[in-house]
C-alpha cells in the first residue's frame, strides 16, 4: 500500500533533486631573495619555488578531499553523538585518481545506505544532474542489479525550486577543484543477500555511472563492498492496546525494533491481513490507515535527557508473520542505547526499569 521505499530505492530516485564546493582559491606568494645573481637565474628560482608551492598545495587539497568527506558525513549524520557503532568507514586513498572513492556505509535494515565518491565531474555536468538531463546510478557488478543514486546533501537542508537545490549540491556535495561529488546509493539488502549467496561471496564490486537517462552511460569504475551489520534494539509491548479516540478505534502495538536510522513499527488489528493484499478494499483500509500513520507519526521515544523523537511515517507497511511492519526511515542517526520511554498519547508503551 505504503511501498515507497523500494521504487526510491529501484527507479527513479533523481526526481527527488527536480524538486529540491565553492571553488578552492589557491595564493602563492612570491620569495623575496636577497643574494644577488644573474636576473635569468632570480627568474628560474621565483618560478620553481611558485611551482613547488602550488604543487604542494594542490596536492594536499586532493589527498584529502575523501578524508575531509568522511569527516563532514560523521558530523552531519550525527555518527559520533548518537554513538553509533555499525557505521562504517573504508580507507581512502591519499592521491586523487579518476574514479569511484568508497567513503562509508550503514545498514537500516532494508537497506545499505552507501557514500561514495566519484571524479571527474565538471562544474558543466553538474549542474546538468541537478536539472535532472544526467542522473548518477550504481550497479553490482556483473548482475544487472542496479538502482539511482544522488547527491548527498546535509540532513537538515529545506530546499525548493531547481536552482536553490542546484546551488545546494554545488556548495554542499562538490568539491570543484578535484571535480569531486559526493554520492549516497541506496542498496535494497535482500536481492544483495540473494547476489552474494549465489556467488558465494562476501563482497561484492559496486560500479558507479553517470549519463541521461537513454543514453550512453559513464562508469566512473568500481569498488569492492561489503555489506555492513545492523546494529538493533527491540522492545516489546507486550499486546499493548491503543483507544484511537478521533476513529474510535484500536490497534494493537506489538514490538519496536529500532536502529539509529530506522524503525519497524509491528502492529496489528482486526482484517489487517486481508487490506495488505492485492485489490484490497481501499475505501474500507483507508481509517486503519491514518492509523497506522498515527502510531508512527505521534509516538515518542523520550531520551534521558528529556528530549524526544518521533519516527515520521512509515515508507512501507508489508504484512509479515502475524503483524502489519511499519517500516520508517531517517538520515541523522539516534542513540538507540539511550530510550528512556515510549509513549503513545497517555498510554505508556515502554520504560526502563
Request: aromatic share 10%; charged share 25%.
Amino acid at each position: 500500500m505504503k511501498d515507497y521505499r523500494l521504487n526510491r530505492a529501484l527507479s527513479g530516485i533523481d526526481d527527488r533533486w527536480l524538486d529540491m564546493a565553492d571553488p578552492f582559491e589557491q595564493e602563492v606568494q612570491s620569495m623575496n631573495i636577497r643574494h644577488r645573481a644573474p636576473r635569468r637565474a632570480l627568474r628560474t628560482i621565483l618560478i620553481a619555488a611558485a611551482l613547488t608551492a602550488l604543487f604542494t598545495l594542490t596536492a594536499y587539497a586532493v589527498s584529502s578531499i575523501h578524508a575531509a568527506r568522511q569527516s563532514e558525513l560523521r558530523q552531519e549524520l550525527n555518527i559520533t553523538g548518537s554513538k553509533t557503532e555499525s557505521y562504517v568507514e573504508y580507507p581512502v586513498p591519499t592521491e586523487q585518481a579518476p574514479g569511484v572513492v568508497l567513503l562509508s556505509a550503514i545498514s537500516d535494515g532494508q537497506e545499505q545506505k552507501v557514500y561514495v565518491n566519484v571524479s571527474p565531474v565538471t562544474p558543466e555536468e553538474l549542474e546538468r544532474i541537478a536539472a535532472g538531463e544526467l542522473s548518477l546510478h550504481w550497479e553490482i557488478e556483473g548482475t544487472g542489479f542496479s538502482g539511482f543514486a544522488a547527491p548527498q546533501l546535509p540532513p537538515d537542508l529545506t530546499l525548493s525550486g531547481r536552482e536553490e537545490i542546484a546551488a545546494a549540491v554545488k556548495e554542499h556535495a562538490y568539491d570543484e577543484q578535484t571535480g569531486t561529488l559526493t554520492a549516497e546509493c541506496w542498496i535494497w539488502m535482500e536481492k544483495l543477500r540473494e547476489i552474494m549467496a549465489e556467488q558465494g561471496a562476501d563482497s561484492v564490486g559496486l560500479s558507479l555511472y553517470m549519463g541521461p537517462r537513454d543514453g550512453e552511460q559513464r562508469c566512473f569504475g568500481t569498488a569492492p563492498f561489503t555489506p555492513t551489520e545492523e546494529e538493533r534494539r527491540v522492545f516489546d509491548f507486550g499486546h499493548a492496546v491503543y483507544h484511537d479516540p478521533d476513529s474510535g478505534l484500536d490497534i494493537e502495538l506489538v514490538a519496536l525494533e529500532l536502529t539509529p536510522i530506522s524503525a519497524v513499527w509491528r502492529v496489528h488489528y482486526e482484517g489487517d491481513a486481508a487490506f495488505h493484499t492485492p485489490g484490497a478494499d481501499w475505501d474500507a483500509y483507508a481509517p486503519w490507515s491514518t492509523l497506522e500513520d498515527k502510531v508512527c507519526i505521534e509516538a515518542q521515544l523520550i531520551f534521558s535527557d528529556g528530549s524526544r523523537f518521533s519516527t515520521g511515517g512509515a515508507l512501507t507497511c508489508p504484512y509479515e508473520n502475524g503483524t502489519v511492519n511499519q517500516y520508517c526511515g531517517w538520515a541523522k542517526a539516534i542513540d538507540i542505547r539511550d530510550v528512556q520511554r515510549i509513549v503513545l498519547g497517555d498510554l505508556v508503551l515502554w520504560e526502563a526499569s
